[in-house]
Protein backbone atom coordinates (compact mmCIF):
# COMPACT_ATOMS: atom_id res chain seq x y z
CA UNK A 1 0.00 0.00 0.00
CA UNK A 2 1.45 3.53 -1.17
CA UNK A 3 -1.57 5.31 1.12
CA UNK A 4 -3.66 4.22 3.37
CA UNK A 5 -7.96 5.07 4.24
CA UNK A 6 -6.64 7.30 7.05
CA UNK A 7 -3.80 9.57 4.97
CA UNK A 8 -6.80 9.93 2.47
CA UNK A 9 -8.85 11.02 4.83
CA UNK A 10 -7.04 13.73 6.16
CA UNK A 11 -5.96 14.85 2.36
CA UNK A 12 -9.55 15.60 2.26
CA UNK A 13 -9.35 17.43 5.44
CA UNK A 14 -6.44 19.60 3.98
CA UNK A 15 -8.22 19.86 0.82
CA UNK A 16 -12.06 20.84 2.59
CA UNK A 17 -13.68 17.93 0.88
CA UNK A 18 -16.21 16.56 3.29
CA UNK A 19 -15.89 12.87 1.65
CA UNK A 20 -18.74 10.78 2.78
CA UNK A 21 -17.17 6.86 3.99
CA UNK A 22 -17.77 5.31 0.23
CA UNK A 23 -16.14 7.74 -1.08
CA UNK A 24 -12.67 7.37 0.84
CA UNK A 25 -12.77 3.79 0.38
CA UNK A 26 -13.11 3.97 -3.23
CA UNK A 27 -10.45 6.82 -3.44
CA UNK A 28 -8.32 5.14 -1.01
CA UNK A 29 -8.19 2.06 -3.44
CA UNK A 30 -7.78 4.58 -6.75
CA UNK A 31 -4.78 6.68 -5.57
CA UNK A 32 -2.95 3.58 -4.21
CA UNK A 33 -2.94 2.58 -7.88
CA UNK A 34 -2.39 5.73 -9.22
CA UNK A 35 0.58 6.79 -6.74
CA UNK A 36 2.29 3.29 -7.30
CA UNK A 37 2.43 4.53 -11.36
CA UNK A 38 3.64 7.87 -10.90
CA UNK A 39 6.30 6.92 -8.49
CA UNK A 40 7.81 5.39 -11.28
CA UNK A 41 9.52 9.06 -11.65
CA UNK A 42 11.70 8.00 -8.98
CA UNK A 43 13.60 5.48 -11.17
CA UNK A 44 15.24 8.67 -13.43
CA UNK A 45 18.95 9.45 -12.09
CA UNK A 46 18.19 12.94 -11.60
CA UNK A 47 21.05 13.96 -9.49
CA UNK A 48 22.61 17.26 -10.52
CA UNK A 49 19.20 17.54 -13.16
CA UNK A 50 17.67 21.54 -12.19
CA UNK A 51 13.93 21.15 -11.63
CA UNK A 52 11.80 22.31 -14.62
CA UNK A 53 8.30 24.52 -13.06
CA UNK A 54 7.31 25.65 -15.83
CA UNK A 55 7.16 25.00 -20.18
CA UNK A 56 8.30 29.21 -20.54
CA UNK A 57 11.20 31.20 -19.35
CA UNK A 58 9.44 32.87 -16.76
CA UNK A 59 10.12 36.94 -16.36
CA UNK A 60 8.45 38.81 -13.81
CA UNK A 61 5.93 41.64 -16.28
CA UNK A 62 5.44 45.15 -15.16
CA UNK A 63 2.43 47.01 -16.03
CA UNK A 64 2.35 50.91 -16.15
CA UNK A 65 1.08 52.01 -12.30
CA UNK A 66 -2.16 53.83 -14.27
CA UNK A 67 -5.42 53.12 -12.68
CA UNK A 68 -7.91 51.74 -15.48
CA UNK A 69 -11.51 50.50 -14.94
CA UNK A 70 -12.28 47.68 -12.79
CA UNK A 71 -15.46 45.49 -11.80
CA UNK A 72 -18.06 48.00 -10.10
CA UNK A 73 -20.02 46.07 -6.64
CA UNK A 74 -23.15 45.53 -8.90
CA UNK A 75 -20.87 43.41 -11.09
CA UNK A 76 -19.21 41.98 -8.49
CA UNK A 77 -21.51 41.29 -6.79
CA UNK A 78 -24.23 39.81 -8.93
CA UNK A 79 -22.98 36.08 -8.61
CA UNK A 80 -22.70 35.65 -5.13
CA UNK A 81 -24.22 33.17 -2.98
CA UNK A 82 -25.26 35.75 -0.68
CA UNK A 83 -24.85 39.55 -0.77
CA UNK A 84 -25.75 42.04 2.18
CA UNK A 85 -25.04 46.00 2.15
CA UNK A 86 -22.82 45.70 -0.96
CA UNK A 87 -20.45 43.15 0.19
CA UNK A 88 -20.45 39.17 0.12
CA UNK A 89 -22.18 37.72 3.12
CA UNK A 90 -19.70 34.80 4.37
CA UNK A 91 -20.66 32.36 6.81
CA UNK A 92 -19.28 32.27 10.63
CA UNK A 93 -15.52 32.42 10.55
CA UNK A 94 -14.90 32.17 14.08
CA UNK A 95 -16.71 29.83 17.10
CA UNK A 96 -18.97 32.24 19.79
CA UNK A 97 -18.66 31.61 23.35
CA UNK B 1 -36.34 22.93 -41.04
CA UNK B 2 -33.06 20.30 -42.00
CA UNK B 3 -30.32 22.08 -41.73
CA UNK B 4 -28.76 23.22 -45.43
CA UNK B 5 -26.52 20.57 -46.42
CA UNK B 6 -24.26 22.53 -48.98
CA UNK B 7 -23.89 25.49 -46.17
CA UNK B 8 -22.95 23.08 -43.14
CA UNK B 9 -20.22 21.23 -45.05
CA UNK B 10 -18.47 24.01 -45.84
CA UNK B 11 -14.99 24.79 -44.37
CA UNK B 12 -14.30 28.17 -42.60
CA UNK B 13 -12.32 29.39 -45.18
CA UNK B 14 -15.30 28.62 -48.11
CA UNK B 15 -17.80 30.51 -45.80
CA UNK B 16 -15.33 33.22 -45.22
CA UNK B 17 -15.13 34.11 -48.91
CA UNK B 18 -19.12 33.57 -49.75
CA UNK B 19 -19.92 36.15 -47.08
CA UNK B 20 -17.44 38.40 -47.98
CA UNK B 21 -18.46 38.12 -52.12
CA UNK B 22 -22.01 38.49 -50.61
CA UNK B 23 -22.66 35.32 -52.34
CA UNK B 24 -24.56 34.33 -48.70
CA UNK B 25 -24.97 35.62 -45.95
CA UNK B 26 -23.74 35.33 -42.09
CA UNK B 27 -27.19 35.08 -40.97
CA UNK B 28 -27.88 32.47 -43.62
CA UNK B 29 -25.18 30.22 -42.16
CA UNK B 30 -25.13 30.76 -38.82
CA UNK B 31 -29.26 29.56 -39.04
CA UNK B 32 -28.16 26.31 -40.77
CA UNK B 33 -25.41 25.92 -38.16
CA UNK B 34 -28.41 26.34 -35.39
CA UNK B 35 -31.03 24.31 -37.47
CA UNK B 36 -28.19 21.09 -37.95
CA UNK B 37 -27.58 21.67 -33.81
CA UNK B 38 -31.30 21.52 -33.03
CA UNK B 39 -31.41 18.04 -35.30
CA UNK B 40 -28.58 16.66 -33.86
CA UNK B 41 -27.36 17.35 -30.52
CA UNK B 42 -29.93 15.17 -28.33
CA UNK B 43 -27.68 12.48 -30.15
CA UNK B 44 -24.43 14.53 -29.96
CA UNK B 45 -24.73 16.55 -27.00
CA UNK B 46 -22.08 18.77 -27.79
CA UNK B 47 -23.49 21.63 -26.25
CA UNK B 48 -23.70 22.91 -22.89
CA UNK B 49 -25.55 26.27 -24.10
CA UNK B 50 -27.00 27.09 -27.75
CA UNK B 51 -26.73 30.98 -28.24
CA UNK B 52 -28.97 31.28 -30.81
CA UNK B 53 -30.06 35.20 -30.18
CA UNK B 54 -26.66 36.04 -29.79
CA UNK B 55 -25.33 34.24 -32.75
CA UNK B 56 -27.72 35.61 -34.82
CA UNK B 57 -26.83 38.97 -33.58
CA UNK B 58 -23.86 38.59 -34.43
CA UNK B 59 -24.13 37.46 -37.76
CA UNK B 60 -26.60 40.17 -38.74
CA UNK B 61 -23.43 42.71 -37.63
CA UNK B 62 -21.39 40.85 -40.08
CA UNK B 63 -23.87 41.42 -42.85
CA UNK B 64 -24.08 45.01 -42.40
CA UNK B 65 -20.81 45.34 -42.14
CA UNK B 66 -20.68 44.04 -45.60
CA UNK B 67 -23.53 45.82 -46.66
CA UNK B 68 -22.06 49.03 -45.20
CA UNK B 69 -18.56 48.37 -47.69
CA UNK B 70 -16.58 47.87 -44.63
CA UNK B 71 -13.43 45.62 -44.87
CA UNK B 72 -13.90 41.94 -43.02
CA UNK B 73 -11.82 39.75 -41.46
CA UNK B 74 -10.87 36.22 -42.66
CA UNK B 75 -13.06 34.77 -40.09
CA UNK B 76 -15.99 37.50 -40.25
CA UNK B 77 -19.23 35.41 -40.66
CA UNK B 78 -18.09 31.88 -39.79
CA UNK B 79 -20.05 29.96 -36.89
CA UNK B 80 -17.79 28.69 -34.19
CA UNK B 81 -17.80 26.37 -31.03
CA UNK B 82 -16.43 27.53 -27.89
CA UNK B 83 -15.45 25.15 -25.03
CA UNK B 84 -17.30 25.89 -22.15
CA UNK B 85 -13.51 27.27 -20.14
CA UNK B 86 -13.57 30.53 -21.93
CA UNK B 87 -15.54 33.22 -19.78
CA UNK B 88 -18.32 35.01 -22.04
CA UNK B 89 -20.35 37.71 -20.67
CA UNK B 90 -23.63 37.08 -22.32
CA UNK B 91 -23.51 32.74 -21.91
CA UNK B 92 -22.91 30.47 -18.79
CA UNK B 93 -19.38 29.57 -18.42
CA UNK B 94 -19.70 26.07 -15.76
CA UNK B 95 -16.28 24.16 -17.24
CA UNK B 96 -18.53 20.86 -17.19
CA UNK B 97 -18.79 21.91 -13.40
CA UNK B 98 -21.77 21.82 -10.78
CA UNK B 99 -20.25 24.30 -9.02
CA UNK B 100 -19.96 26.94 -11.70
CA UNK B 101 -23.36 25.59 -12.88
CA UNK B 102 -25.03 28.79 -14.67
CA UNK B 103 -22.20 31.28 -13.71
CA UNK B 104 -22.31 33.81 -15.68
CA UNK B 105 -19.05 35.43 -15.48
CA UNK B 106 -18.49 39.32 -15.55
CA UNK B 107 -15.91 39.43 -18.17
CA UNK B 108 -14.73 37.77 -21.76
CA UNK B 109 -11.73 35.78 -22.19
CA UNK B 110 -8.83 37.57 -24.34
CA UNK B 111 -9.60 34.79 -27.00
CA UNK B 112 -13.60 35.08 -26.51
CA UNK B 113 -13.01 39.37 -26.89
CA UNK B 114 -10.63 38.59 -29.69
CA UNK B 115 -13.19 35.82 -31.69
CA UNK B 116 -16.05 38.52 -31.11
CA UNK B 117 -13.86 41.27 -32.70
CA UNK B 118 -12.75 38.92 -36.02
CA UNK B 119 -16.43 38.90 -36.47
CA UNK B 120 -16.56 35.21 -35.20
CA UNK B 121 -19.91 34.02 -34.60
CA UNK B 122 -20.20 31.99 -31.26
CA UNK B 123 -23.05 29.64 -31.37
CA UNK B 124 -22.56 28.28 -27.91
CA UNK B 125 -20.38 26.82 -25.25
CA UNK B 126 -19.47 23.03 -25.56
CA UNK B 127 -19.56 20.11 -22.77
CA UNK B 128 -15.73 18.88 -21.47
CA UNK B 129 -14.70 16.85 -19.07
CA UNK B 130 -15.13 19.05 -15.64
CA UNK B 131 -12.51 21.75 -15.37
CA UNK B 132 -10.74 19.61 -18.31
CA UNK B 133 -9.66 16.99 -16.78
CA UNK B 134 -10.06 13.77 -18.63
CA UNK B 135 -10.07 12.17 -21.92
CA UNK B 136 -13.69 11.41 -22.92
CA UNK B 137 -16.44 14.25 -21.53
CA UNK B 138 -17.61 11.49 -19.53
CA UNK B 139 -16.47 13.44 -16.32
CA UNK B 140 -18.90 16.51 -17.72
CA UNK B 141 -21.63 16.79 -14.57
CA UNK B 142 -23.58 17.05 -17.33
CA UNK B 143 -23.51 14.18 -18.70
CA UNK B 144 -20.86 12.66 -22.00
CA UNK B 145 -20.76 13.79 -25.59
CA UNK B 146 -21.24 11.21 -28.14
CA UNK B 147 -18.64 10.48 -31.22
CA UNK B 148 -20.50 11.48 -34.41
CA UNK B 149 -18.64 8.59 -36.44
CA UNK B 150 -19.83 5.59 -33.89
CA UNK B 151 -22.82 7.31 -30.96
CA UNK B 152 -21.63 4.71 -28.34
CA UNK B 153 -18.02 5.63 -28.40
CA UNK B 154 -16.24 9.15 -26.75
CA UNK B 155 -15.66 11.83 -28.85
CA UNK B 156 -12.39 12.48 -26.45
CA UNK B 157 -11.61 14.84 -24.14
CA UNK B 158 -11.37 17.38 -22.24
CA UNK B 159 -12.37 19.30 -25.12
CA UNK B 160 -14.75 16.93 -25.98
CA UNK B 161 -17.79 18.87 -26.92
CA UNK B 162 -15.67 20.34 -29.42
CA UNK B 163 -14.43 18.12 -31.36
CA UNK B 164 -18.00 16.61 -31.48
CA UNK B 165 -19.58 19.65 -32.76
CA UNK B 166 -17.06 19.99 -35.68
CA UNK B 167 -17.49 16.40 -36.47
CA UNK B 168 -21.05 16.42 -36.44
CA UNK B 169 -21.02 19.80 -39.42
CA UNK B 170 -22.78 21.77 -36.26
CA UNK B 171 -19.81 23.94 -36.51
CA UNK B 172 -17.06 24.61 -38.88
CA UNK B 173 -14.37 25.41 -36.51
CA UNK B 174 -14.42 24.93 -32.67
CA UNK B 175 -11.84 26.45 -30.00
CA UNK B 176 -10.48 23.85 -27.21
CA UNK B 177 -7.56 23.72 -24.74
CA UNK B 178 -4.86 21.11 -24.20
CA UNK B 179 -3.10 20.32 -21.06
CA UNK B 180 -1.96 16.97 -21.73
CA UNK B 181 -3.64 16.30 -24.95
CA UNK B 182 -7.17 17.97 -24.44
CA UNK B 183 -6.85 19.17 -27.75
CA UNK B 184 -5.07 16.22 -30.01
CA UNK B 185 -6.67 13.53 -28.57
CA UNK B 186 -10.43 14.77 -29.03
CA UNK B 187 -9.21 15.59 -32.80
CA UNK B 188 -7.51 12.36 -33.40
CA UNK B 189 -10.65 10.52 -31.94
CA UNK B 190 -13.10 11.98 -34.42
CA UNK B 191 -11.33 12.54 -37.63
CA UNK B 192 -10.11 16.46 -37.30
CA UNK B 193 -7.12 18.94 -37.22
CA UNK B 194 -6.74 20.01 -33.81
CA UNK B 195 -3.60 21.80 -32.72
CA UNK B 196 -1.77 22.63 -29.68
CA UNK B 197 -0.06 26.14 -30.13
CA UNK B 198 3.51 26.65 -28.39
CA UNK B 199 2.58 27.39 -24.53
CA UNK B 200 2.63 31.04 -24.74
CA UNK B 201 1.49 31.96 -27.91
CA UNK B 202 -2.06 31.91 -27.36
CA UNK B 203 -4.04 33.65 -23.88
CA UNK B 204 -4.77 32.29 -21.06
CA UNK B 205 -6.67 35.56 -19.58
CA UNK B 206 -10.28 34.29 -18.98
CA UNK B 207 -9.71 30.59 -19.26
CA UNK B 208 -10.55 29.16 -15.68
CA UNK B 209 -7.57 27.39 -14.59
CA UNK B 210 -6.60 23.80 -14.53
CA UNK B 211 -2.63 23.58 -14.95
CA UNK B 212 -1.03 27.17 -15.58
CA UNK B 213 2.09 25.95 -16.59
CA UNK B 214 0.15 23.67 -19.32
CA UNK B 215 -2.85 24.89 -20.38
CA UNK B 216 -2.62 26.60 -23.85
CA UNK B 217 -5.73 27.11 -25.67
CA UNK B 218 -6.15 26.18 -29.66
CA UNK B 219 -8.29 25.34 -32.51
CA UNK B 220 -10.13 22.57 -33.71
CA UNK B 221 -11.08 22.02 -37.54
CA UNK B 222 -12.48 20.01 -40.50
CA UNK B 223 -9.34 20.87 -42.31
CA UNK B 224 -5.80 22.03 -41.81
CA UNK B 225 -6.02 25.60 -43.30
CA UNK B 226 -8.91 25.77 -41.31
CA UNK B 227 -7.14 25.92 -38.04
CA UNK B 228 -4.26 27.69 -39.36
CA UNK B 229 -6.98 30.23 -39.79
CA UNK B 230 -8.41 30.11 -36.11
CA UNK B 231 -4.81 29.90 -35.20
CA UNK B 232 -4.10 33.08 -36.59
CA UNK B 233 -6.98 34.70 -35.21
CA UNK B 234 -6.74 34.11 -31.66
CA UNK B 235 -2.77 34.25 -31.23
CA UNK B 236 -0.60 36.72 -30.12
CA UNK B 237 0.86 39.18 -27.31
CA UNK B 238 -1.62 39.30 -24.37
CA UNK B 239 -0.57 42.51 -21.51
CA UNK B 240 -3.04 40.30 -19.48
CA UNK B 241 -1.45 36.83 -19.70
CA UNK B 242 2.08 37.62 -17.70
CA UNK B 243 3.08 34.30 -19.59
CA UNK B 244 1.80 34.93 -22.90
CA UNK B 245 4.77 35.61 -25.62
CA UNK B 246 5.73 38.76 -26.31
CA UNK B 247 6.81 37.27 -30.18
CA UNK B 248 5.50 37.62 -33.56
CA UNK B 249 3.19 34.85 -34.46
CA UNK B 250 4.30 32.21 -36.34
CA UNK B 251 3.07 32.21 -40.08
CA UNK B 252 0.89 28.92 -39.97
CA UNK B 253 -1.76 30.41 -42.50
CA UNK B 254 1.00 30.83 -44.86
CA UNK B 255 2.51 27.42 -44.17
CA UNK B 256 -0.92 25.91 -44.57
CA UNK B 257 -0.91 27.11 -48.44
CA UNK B 258 2.51 25.81 -48.76
CA UNK B 259 1.85 22.05 -48.19
CA UNK B 260 5.84 21.17 -49.77
CA UNK B 261 7.38 18.45 -47.44
CA UNK B 262 10.44 17.77 -49.88
CA UNK B 263 13.45 17.58 -48.10
CA UNK B 264 12.24 18.51 -44.20
CA UNK B 265 13.40 16.11 -41.51
CA UNK B 266 10.85 14.36 -40.26
CA UNK B 267 12.02 12.51 -36.76
CA UNK B 268 9.55 9.15 -35.90
CA UNK B 269 9.80 8.93 -32.00
CA UNK B 270 10.86 5.45 -30.77
CA UNK B 271 9.30 5.68 -27.45
CA UNK B 272 5.64 6.45 -29.21
CA UNK B 273 5.01 3.43 -30.83
CA UNK B 274 4.74 -0.21 -30.67
CA UNK B 275 3.48 -2.16 -27.13
CA UNK B 276 0.06 -0.66 -25.66
CA UNK B 277 -0.70 0.89 -29.57
CA UNK B 278 -3.64 -1.12 -31.70
CA UNK B 279 -2.41 -2.89 -34.78
CA UNK B 280 -4.97 -0.58 -36.64
CA UNK B 281 -3.36 2.64 -35.27
CA UNK B 282 0.35 1.98 -36.36
CA UNK B 283 -1.09 0.70 -39.32
CA UNK B 284 -1.71 3.94 -40.70
CA UNK B 285 0.34 5.59 -39.14
CA UNK B 286 3.26 3.93 -41.19
CA UNK B 287 1.02 4.44 -44.13
CA UNK B 288 1.39 7.91 -43.51
CA UNK B 289 4.86 7.59 -42.57
CA UNK B 290 4.91 6.07 -46.24
CA UNK B 291 3.14 8.81 -47.84
CA UNK B 292 5.69 11.53 -46.32
CA UNK B 293 8.77 9.97 -47.71
CA UNK B 294 7.11 9.54 -50.63
CA UNK B 295 6.14 13.71 -50.70
CA UNK B 296 10.44 13.88 -50.28
CA UNK B 297 10.64 14.20 -46.57
CA UNK B 298 14.00 12.66 -45.05
CA UNK B 299 12.45 10.10 -42.62
CA UNK B 300 14.51 8.73 -39.35
CA UNK B 301 13.68 7.39 -36.38
CA UNK B 302 14.99 9.28 -33.03
CA UNK B 303 15.12 8.07 -29.52
CA UNK B 304 13.37 10.26 -26.64
CA UNK B 305 14.32 8.28 -23.67
CA UNK B 306 12.87 9.86 -20.39
CA UNK B 307 9.36 10.11 -22.73
CA UNK B 308 8.10 6.93 -21.06
CA UNK B 309 8.58 9.42 -17.77
CA UNK B 310 6.39 11.88 -19.28
CA UNK B 311 2.87 10.04 -17.69
CA UNK B 312 3.92 9.72 -14.54
CA UNK B 313 5.42 12.98 -14.31
CA UNK B 314 2.87 14.55 -15.70
CA UNK B 315 -0.16 13.11 -12.87
CA UNK B 316 2.06 14.29 -10.53
CA UNK B 317 2.65 18.10 -11.73
CA UNK B 318 -1.19 18.49 -13.32
CA UNK B 319 -2.76 17.64 -10.13
CA UNK B 320 -0.31 19.52 -7.90
CA UNK B 321 -1.31 23.06 -10.09
CA UNK B 322 -4.91 21.85 -9.96
CA UNK B 323 -4.81 21.05 -6.06
CA UNK B 324 -3.62 25.11 -5.98
CA UNK B 325 -6.21 26.33 -8.47
CA UNK B 326 -9.33 25.11 -7.92
CA UNK B 327 -8.43 26.33 -3.88
CA UNK B 328 -10.60 29.61 -5.40
CA UNK B 329 -13.95 27.19 -5.25
CA UNK B 330 -14.63 28.35 -1.94
CA UNK B 331 -18.09 29.02 -1.73
CA UNK B 332 -17.85 32.61 -0.99
CA UNK B 333 -17.64 34.82 -3.97
CA UNK B 334 -19.36 32.78 -6.81
CA UNK B 335 -20.54 29.19 -7.74
CA UNK B 336 -22.55 26.59 -5.34
CA UNK B 337 -22.67 27.33 -1.85
CA UNK B 338 -24.11 24.18 0.34
CA UNK B 339 -25.08 23.85 3.63
CA UNK B 340 -25.18 27.82 4.91
CA UNK B 341 -28.04 27.33 7.66
CA UNK B 342 -26.36 30.22 9.56
CA UNK B 343 -24.65 28.01 12.24
CA UNK B 344 -21.92 26.48 10.21
CA UNK B 345 -18.92 27.43 9.74
CA UNK B 346 -17.07 29.13 6.73
CA UNK B 347 -15.34 26.01 6.51
CA UNK B 348 -17.91 23.93 6.70
CA UNK B 349 -19.72 25.57 4.35
CA UNK B 350 -16.55 25.00 2.13
CA UNK B 351 -15.72 21.00 2.54
CA UNK B 352 -19.84 20.72 2.39
CA UNK B 353 -19.64 22.75 -1.03
CA UNK B 354 -16.31 21.61 -2.41
CA UNK B 355 -17.87 17.78 -2.16
CA UNK B 356 -21.22 18.39 -3.37
CA UNK B 357 -19.92 20.29 -6.62
CA UNK B 358 -16.78 18.68 -7.49
CA UNK B 359 -16.68 15.37 -9.17
CA UNK B 360 -14.97 12.42 -8.33
CA UNK B 361 -12.27 12.89 -11.22
CA UNK B 362 -11.58 16.46 -9.74
CA UNK B 363 -11.33 15.30 -6.23
CA UNK B 364 -8.93 12.31 -6.85
CA UNK B 365 -6.79 15.08 -8.59
CA UNK B 366 -6.87 17.53 -5.84
CA UNK B 367 -5.92 14.87 -3.26
CA UNK B 368 -3.02 13.35 -5.00
CA UNK B 369 -1.86 16.96 -5.94
CA UNK B 370 -2.16 17.85 -2.15
CA UNK B 371 0.02 14.37 -1.43
CA UNK B 372 2.37 15.58 -3.92
CA UNK B 373 2.74 18.66 -2.51
CA UNK B 374 3.12 17.81 1.11
CA UNK B 375 6.11 18.42 3.33
CA UNK B 376 7.87 14.79 3.42
CA UNK B 377 6.55 13.63 -0.37
CA UNK B 378 7.31 16.80 -2.30
CA UNK B 379 10.89 15.87 -3.13
CA UNK B 380 10.09 12.66 -3.89
CA UNK B 381 7.05 12.87 -5.97
CA UNK B 382 6.76 16.89 -7.49
CA UNK B 383 10.55 17.48 -7.13
CA UNK B 384 11.38 14.41 -9.32
CA UNK B 385 8.39 15.30 -11.45
CA UNK B 386 10.29 18.54 -12.45
CA UNK B 387 13.45 17.20 -13.11
CA UNK B 388 12.21 14.67 -15.17
CA UNK B 389 10.83 17.75 -17.37
CA UNK B 390 13.95 19.07 -17.22
CA UNK B 391 15.04 15.83 -19.30
CA UNK B 392 12.16 15.73 -20.93
CA UNK B 393 12.95 19.07 -22.98
CA UNK B 394 16.48 17.77 -23.33
CA UNK B 395 15.32 15.07 -25.19
CA UNK B 396 13.12 17.39 -27.00
CA UNK B 397 15.90 19.85 -27.69
CA UNK B 398 18.46 16.68 -28.44
CA UNK B 399 15.88 15.65 -30.98
CA UNK B 400 15.84 19.42 -32.55
CA UNK B 401 19.29 19.08 -33.47
CA UNK B 402 18.80 15.85 -35.61
CA UNK B 403 15.06 16.79 -37.22
CA UNK B 404 12.76 19.32 -37.99
CA UNK B 405 9.60 17.81 -37.23
CA UNK B 406 9.06 15.10 -34.97
CA UNK B 407 5.97 12.36 -35.22
CA UNK B 408 3.92 9.60 -33.63
CA UNK B 409 0.36 7.80 -32.97
CA UNK B 410 -1.41 11.12 -31.64
CA UNK B 411 -3.29 7.80 -29.44
CA UNK B 412 -2.57 4.63 -28.28
CA UNK B 413 -6.07 3.62 -29.76
CA UNK B 414 -9.10 4.74 -31.38
CA UNK B 415 -12.44 6.20 -29.99
CA UNK B 416 -13.40 3.56 -26.97
CA UNK B 417 -16.74 3.13 -25.80
CA UNK B 418 -18.55 4.70 -23.27
CA UNK B 419 -18.27 3.78 -19.93
CA UNK B 420 -15.32 1.59 -20.71
CA UNK B 421 -12.81 3.31 -18.69
CA UNK B 422 -14.26 5.25 -16.13
CA UNK B 423 -13.73 2.62 -13.16
CA UNK B 424 -9.97 3.22 -13.80
CA UNK B 425 -8.51 6.16 -13.60
CA UNK B 426 -5.06 5.08 -14.92
CA UNK B 427 -6.48 3.42 -18.26
CA UNK B 428 -8.56 6.16 -18.66
CA UNK B 429 -4.77 8.32 -18.38
CA UNK B 430 -3.04 6.32 -20.69
CA UNK B 431 -5.44 7.98 -23.80
CA UNK B 432 -3.13 11.14 -23.19
CA UNK B 433 0.82 9.25 -23.27
CA UNK B 434 1.76 10.02 -26.59
CA UNK B 435 0.50 13.95 -25.92
CA UNK B 436 1.40 14.69 -23.00
CA UNK B 437 5.56 15.20 -23.69
CA UNK B 438 4.73 18.26 -25.83
CA UNK B 439 2.93 20.03 -22.95
CA UNK B 440 5.46 19.04 -20.69
CA UNK B 441 8.34 21.05 -23.00
CA UNK B 442 5.96 23.71 -24.19
CA UNK B 443 6.25 23.19 -27.75
CA UNK B 444 4.00 22.97 -30.62
CA UNK B 445 2.14 20.00 -31.66
CA UNK B 446 -0.70 19.21 -34.35
CA UNK B 447 -3.33 15.83 -34.51
CA UNK B 448 -3.96 15.38 -38.10
CA UNK B 449 -5.95 12.39 -39.09
CA UNK B 450 -4.58 9.71 -41.35
CA UNK B 451 -6.93 7.18 -42.12
CA UNK B 452 -9.38 4.43 -40.49
CA UNK B 453 -8.31 1.62 -38.33
CA UNK B 454 -9.12 -1.38 -40.10
CA UNK B 455 -10.27 -3.05 -36.91
CA UNK B 456 -13.17 -0.65 -36.10
CA UNK B 457 -13.38 1.84 -38.75
CA UNK B 458 -12.15 4.81 -36.78
CA UNK B 459 -10.36 7.30 -37.30
CA UNK B 460 -6.71 7.42 -36.59
CA UNK B 461 -4.66 10.67 -35.70
CA UNK B 462 -0.93 11.80 -36.59
CA UNK B 463 0.89 14.01 -34.24
CA UNK B 464 3.48 16.54 -35.37
CA UNK B 465 5.61 18.14 -32.87
CA UNK B 466 7.15 21.61 -33.51
CA UNK B 467 10.43 23.13 -31.55
CA UNK B 468 8.69 26.21 -29.51
CA UNK B 469 7.48 28.96 -31.95
CA UNK B 470 8.47 26.72 -34.92
CA UNK B 471 4.36 26.25 -35.23
CA UNK B 472 3.87 27.01 -39.20
CA UNK B 473 6.22 23.62 -39.42
CA UNK B 474 3.02 21.82 -38.17
CA UNK B 475 1.05 23.08 -40.60
CA UNK B 476 3.28 22.21 -43.76
CA UNK B 477 3.40 19.30 -43.16
CA UNK B 478 -0.13 18.63 -41.51
CA UNK B 479 -1.26 19.87 -45.31
CA UNK B 480 0.89 17.95 -47.40
CA UNK B 481 -0.26 14.49 -45.46
CA UNK B 482 -3.94 15.90 -45.70
CA UNK B 483 -3.67 16.95 -49.53
CA UNK B 484 -1.85 13.70 -50.09
CA UNK B 485 -4.10 11.69 -48.83
CA UNK B 486 -7.37 13.47 -49.56
CA UNK B 487 -6.32 12.72 -52.93
CA UNK B 488 -5.88 9.35 -52.72
CA UNK B 489 -9.18 8.82 -51.03
CA UNK B 490 -10.67 11.14 -53.69
CA UNK B 491 -12.68 12.95 -50.78
CA UNK B 492 -11.63 14.08 -47.04
CA UNK B 493 -11.96 11.38 -44.25
CA UNK B 494 -14.89 12.84 -42.35
CA UNK B 495 -17.22 12.08 -45.84
CA UNK B 496 -17.08 8.43 -44.32
CA UNK B 497 -18.34 9.06 -40.91
CA UNK B 498 -22.22 7.50 -40.41
CA UNK B 499 -22.71 7.59 -36.80
CA UNK B 500 -25.41 10.22 -37.42
CA UNK B 501 -26.88 8.87 -40.72
CA UNK B 502 -30.28 9.14 -40.62
CA UNK B 503 -30.47 12.01 -38.26
CA UNK B 504 -30.84 15.07 -39.68
CA UNK B 505 -29.91 16.83 -42.87
CA UNK B 506 -30.75 15.86 -46.31
CA UNK B 507 -31.69 12.50 -45.49
CA UNK B 508 -34.51 13.31 -42.93
CA UNK B 509 -35.80 16.02 -45.07
CA UNK B 510 -36.16 13.32 -48.38
CA UNK B 511 -38.00 11.36 -45.90
CA UNK B 512 -40.39 13.82 -44.97
Partial sequence: MSITRDEVAHLARLARLALADDELDRFAAQLDVIITAVARVQEVAAAGIPPTSHAADLRNVFRDDVITPSLGAEAALAQAPAAEQDRFRVPRIGVED | ?512
Fill in chain 2, 1 to 512: MAADTELITMTAAQIAAAVASGEVSSVEVTRAHLDRIAQTDVHVRAFLYVAEEAALAAAQAVDDQRTAGQPLGPLAGVPLALKDVFTTTDMPTTCGSRILAGWQPPYDATITARLRQAGVVILGKTNMDEFAMGSSTENSAFGPSHNPWDLSRVPGGSSGGSSAAVAAYQAPLAIGTDTGGSIRQPAAVCGLVGVKPTYGGSSRYGVVAFASSLDTPGPLARTVLDAALLHQAISGHDPRDSTSLDAPVPPVVAAARNPDVAGLRIGVVTELGGEGYASGVLTRFNEAVEVLESLGAKITEVSCPHFSYALPAYYLIAPSECSSNLARFDAMRYGLRVGDDGRASAEEVMSLTRAAGFGAEVKRRIMLGTYALSSGYYDAYYGKAQQVRTLIARDFAAAFEQVDVLISPTTPTTAFSIGERVEDPMAMYLADLATIPGNLAGNAAMSVPCGLAPEDGLPVGLQIMAPVLADDRLYRVGAALEAALDSRRGHPLLAEARGLEGVGGAEQEAGR
